[in-house]
Structure formats: C-alpha cells, structure tokens
T-cell receptor
Framework: DTEVTQTPKHLVMGMTNKKSLKCEQHMGHRAMYWYKQKAKKPPELMFV???????INESVPSRFSPECPNSSLLNLHLHALQPEDSALYLC?????????????????FGSGTQLSVL | AQKVTQAQTEISVVEKEDVTLDCVYE???????LFWYKQPPSGELVFLIRRNSFDEQNEISGRYSWNFQKSTSSFNFTITASQVVDSAVYFC????????????????FGQGTELSVKP
C-alpha cells in the first residue's frame, strides 16, 4: 500500500468549476511535490514545497494554486481549467537527507488523481 | 543542461527472457543522482533504485540489476527471467546536487520505456 494518499482518485470537472486535489503523508517527510503526467509521457514537475514553503514553481498557470497547510498535507486548488489540463496528477514526498540541506529524491508517490476537464 | 534519454519507447518480450532498458543522461554537475522508477498500470510510481555519481558499483537486487557507467553516461537496467508482473512503464531519472541544494529538489525523467512481458 502506498504511504502517500491522494483523493479523489478520479475527478471530472467543467471549465467553470472549482475543485481541490488532496494529498496526505504521515512519514514525516518535509518535502512534498505535485507532478502532472499526460498519457504516455513522463511526469512533469509542477510545484515543490520544502518545510511547508513553496520552493519551486515550474511556471505553472495561476489556475493551479498549491497549498501546504502543514507538513503532512498538500492541496492543489483548481479553477477555470482547460480541457488540455486533463491528466494524471501525482503527489509525492521525500525526506530531507541530513547534511545536504536539500532533498535527495527517493520520492514516494501516491496513486494519483485522474482529472478530466470537460 | 540536464537531460535523460530512454531511446527504447516500447519493448516486448516473452516471459523468462532477459531484458535491458537503456538510459543515457547528460549533466554538467559532478555530483548527481540517478534513479529508476516503475509505473504499473495502477499509476503509482514505485522507486526501484537510487545511485549517486560517486558510486559506480553495479547493483543486483533479485532479478533486477543495474549497470552504471560514468564513462558513457549510462545507467542501464536489466531484468533477468522476466515475468508478466514486470509489465509496466519504467522511468530513468536524474537529479543534480546543485538543484537539490538550492531548491529542495527537482527530478528530471526520461520519456519512459513501456515493457510488455507476454506469457
């Protein structure tokens, strides 16, 4: 069983809807990530939170809004999405490797949310 | 610039065959990390191995083995006596230490190799 839990597993939304994706981990990891994956493509990094602060935003459109309320939770708020945003959204977490001051990514991934935008 | 190339898009083998998945990377950093992940149809990416750039020892884990060669910038993955459960998409990935240190980490994935093992 994955130790990173994502809800919902599937989401269908219209272009005017507002929805949120949720991710939770209880491994004590201090880095959490959002990746987007289109079919037959590799995951693409969207956001990284390090110690609950946004450390990387890969020029993601503002219709995607991440939030990290605490070290165990990561949300992705969606608003006014486009059909091309339909994809698998993967959450991941990793542990700070002592001495590096950063995160060496043995990433633990959730099973993802399959999003369809109509 | 950092880049990971998995030239094999799809591979199909019959059960019990050995199969090697190729991975070639580019980086300017002298300290970096290489990974292999497996993505079965369920969608979750499963960590298989991490190697740092100073450790060129090959590794074997059961039916899986990895061959890391800095001279050719390759990190190939071999499955011995493949099984149907090995069917998945396999991703090779790279992370540069400088990126890790400065920004909290960024993993660059190759395009993936879809492995199909037929009974």
């Amino acid at each position: 069983d994955t130790e990173v839990t994502q809800t919902p597993k599937h989401l269908v939304m219209g272009m005017t809807n507002k929805k949120s994706l949720k991710c939770e981990q209880h491994m004590g990891h201090r880095a959490m990530y959002w990746y987007k994956q289109k079919a037959k493509k590799p995951p693409e990094l969207m956001f990284v939170y390090s110690y609950e602060k946004l450390s990387i935003n890969e020029s993601v459109p503002s219709r995607f809004s991440p939030e990290c309320p605490n070290s165990s939770l990561l949300n992705l708020h969606l608003h006014a999405l486009q059909p091309e945003d339909s994809a698998l959204y993967l959450c991941a977490s990793s542990q700070d490797m002592e001495g590096w001051g950063g995160f060496v990514e043995k990433l633990f991934f959730g099973s993802g949310t399959q999003l369809s935008v109509l | 610039a950092q880049k990971v190339t998995q030239a094999q898009t799809e591979i199909s083998v019959v059960e019990k065959e050995d199969v090697t998945l190729d991975c070639v990377y580019e980086t300017r950093d002298t300290t970096y990390y290489l990974f292999w992940y497996k993505q079965p149809p369920s969608g979750e990416l499963v960590f298989l191995i991490r190697r740092n750039s100073f450790d060129e020892q090959n590794e074997i884990s059961g039916r899986y083995s990895w061959n890391f060669q800095k001279s050719t910038s390759s990190f190939n993955f071999t499955i011995t006596a493949s099984q149907v459960v090995d069917s998945a998409v396999y991703f090779c990935a790279l992370s540069e230490a400088e990126e890790v240190h400065n920004q909290g980490g960024k993993l660059i994935f190759g395009q993936g190799t879809e492995l199909s093992v037929k009974p």
